[in-house]
């Protein structure tokens, strides 16, 4: 048979194809030392804030059985060097440039908007799971009414499309997730980490410096899945899917739960060619199963 | 391109109790390590799916020599490797040691922290540098003989006093008179790199030293891993694989 056609549409962005990088676990210079990443559908760059964060003190990363946990602290260097280091070498690529946004408040959020509407980024992605250190700290994206606050007012001065990264520390995703469509979201995608921890028998510490951090890899693959599927049906948006995609079948298995495009996190830091490696596994899993096409593998759902 | 390749078990070795040397054979020519680089090794099981990044300790054409501690599950796991099985590992990755154009360099090694000194010493002597290598043990010593070949002059420090000098490698150190035009590199753990920081300082040599901390990817792309340094009255974060894992020891802090 033909080679599959892995072309898709994602909220106005025509894509290549539908994997993209997780955000976090990719840097241009760093991932392009082992691949080549205009292969990819896009990229998903580090979360940046308007002004640098310094992040957690170390030991960042911890292991778990399957998986691993981070409290990296969205460490990154503001906007101003992430346009002058990262977005301007990623404009020698041919691949889209999907910026995950970062902020302690909604003015926050904000700001690193509008400092990156005059440049080549295609799109957006809001990340809400950080405190909103004027409630309390409670995460933007655990409470639907300020999900929805977050993101109208970043939708008002995007001149990209907005995707909002949903956090699976909630009860009831499908009430954030239709707060964030109401509110005007472009895309979702889903999920960031869970909340995990660990602690060291010898010293009897947390593993962690931060104490808590986020669980992430292919132990939380069946969590991401049921979010999806439960998402899909909840919302009309456009999703991407993410959660311990280590495969191309697994990217195949989140496409059949309803998302529209498939992201590789940790993937990448245990092989560092995991984004391609997904893509070619996705497209040689069509062609053997007769997919001719990515909607005509999502519309193979049998779930109901 | 840098890329991750099975690479074959040629011998695994214990050389002292919980120390063994790993030689793999790369299935075709890997760009050469530069000094002080490392390599991810994959244990590519459930509960271990990071890499551990292990430094170079030889690398001769195809074949990569590592000598690492069996700590934690992860190495524990390396030394039951046997001949003939695989391995997964990545090019040489990390900034390695900047040699001077010429003169002397001092090679200070602590515990787990020798091994990348050799690559470091065939190094240096092919470029005609005069080597002096001083190494601190606990107890038990691995590598002397192949310093005492790759070295002008071998230096040992044993804190137990089975071997040399009775006491840690810096007080050795701190008793010998050091030419001004010397270069020091160095690889162990924080408290001797601190001390050997503070007796830099004083005696106004430069000083090179290779840090380690726990890694997520590797390679620079997650920000799992990163030291405190003093740039121009600044503190500066940098990433200890991509940026490191060797800093100019007059900048890190040491916590």
Wanted: charged share 20%; net charge neutral; aromatic share 6%.
């Amino acid at each position: 048979m033909n080679e599959p056609d892995l072309h898709i549409s994602f909220a106005g962005l025509s894509l290549k194809n539908p994997v993209m990088t997780a955000s976090g676990t990719f840097a241009a210079r760093e991932s392009g030392a082992f691949y080549d990443i205009s292969r990819l559908g896009a990229v998903i760059t580090k979360g940046v804030a308007a002004e640098a964060w310094a992040g957690n003190p170390t030991p960042r990363i911890a292991e778990t059985y399957g998986g691993m946990l981070n409290a990296v602290g969205l460490q990154n260097p503001g906007a101003a060097a992430y346009i002058e280091n990262e977005l301007s070498y990623l404009a020698n690529f041919d691949v889209p440039v999907i910026a995950n946004l970062a902020g302690h408040s909604v003015e926050e959020y904000v700001a690193v908007t509008e400092l990156l509407n005059e440049t080549n980024v295609a799109m957006y992605e809001l990340n809400i799971s950080c405190p909103n250190v004027k409630e309390g700290g409670i995460g933007f994206g655990t409470d639907p009414r300020m999900a929805a606050r977050v993101t109208e007012a970043v939708k008002r001065a995007a001149k990209k499309p907005v995707m909002v990264k949903l956090t699976p520390n909630v009860t009831d995703i499908t009430a954030i997730a239709r707060a964030v469509e109401d509110a005007g979201a472009d895309a979702l995608s889903l999920i960031n980490t869970l909340l995990g921890m660990r602690i060291d028998l010898k010293t009897k510490r947390p593993l962690l410096a931060n104490g808590t951090g986020g669980l992430s890899g292919p132990t939380v693959k069946p969590v991401a899945i049921r979010m999806v599927y439960q998402v899909r049906r909840a919302v009309k948006l456009p999703i991407l899917g993410l959660g311990g995609i280590m495969t191309g079948e697994d990217a195949a298995e989140f496409l059949l739960a309803g998302a529209d495009a498939v992201a590789v996190g940790t993937a990448a830091l245990i092989n560092p060619t995991a984004p391609v490696d997904v893509l070619e596994g996705l497209a040689a899993f069509m062609r053997r199963e007769g997919y001719e096409n990515i909607a005509a593998l999502k519309a193979a759902f049998q779930g109901e | 391109m840098k890329r991750v390749i099975a690479a074959q078990v040629e011998g695994n070795a214990r050389i002292a109790p919980d120390i063994y040397q790993l030689t793999l054979s790369l299935p075709d020519a890997e760009e050469p390590a530069r000094p002080g680089q490392f390599v991810n090794v994959y244990p590519a099981d459930g509960a271990h799916l990071l890499p551990r990044p292990i430094s170079v300790c030889r690398q001769q054409g195809s074949l990569l020599t590592l000598v690492y501690r069996a700590v934690g599950d992860g190495t524990r796991r390396m030394a039951v490797l046997r001949p003939g099985e695989t391995l997964r590992v990545s090019s040489p990755l990390g900034n390695g040691y900047a040699l001077p154009e010429h003169g002397h360099v001092l090679l200070v090694g602590g515990g787990v922290g020798v091994p990348p000194l050799l690559q470091t010493a065939h190094a240096a002597k092919a470029k005609g540098l005069s080597v002096t290598v001083a190494l601190g043990y606990r107890d038990a010593l691995f590598l002397k003989d192949e310093f005492a070949a790759a070295s002008d002059a071998l230096f040992i420090a044993t804190e137990d006093g089975s071997a040399g000098f009775h006491g840690n490698v810096v007080q050795l150190l701190a008793r010998e008179a050091l030419s001004e035009e010397t270069a020091v590199l160095a690889c162990g753990p924080k408290p001797m790199l601190r001390a050997l920081a503070a007796l830099c300082a004083e005696r106004k040599l430069p000083l090179q030293v290779s840090l380690e901390e726990r890694m997520g990817c590797g390679y620079g792309a997650c920000v799992g891993c990163v030291c405190k340094l003093r740039q121009n009255g600044a503190v500066v974060q940098k990433r200890v694989c991509k940026d490191g894992p060797v800093f100019d020891g007059s900048e890190v802090i040491f916590e």
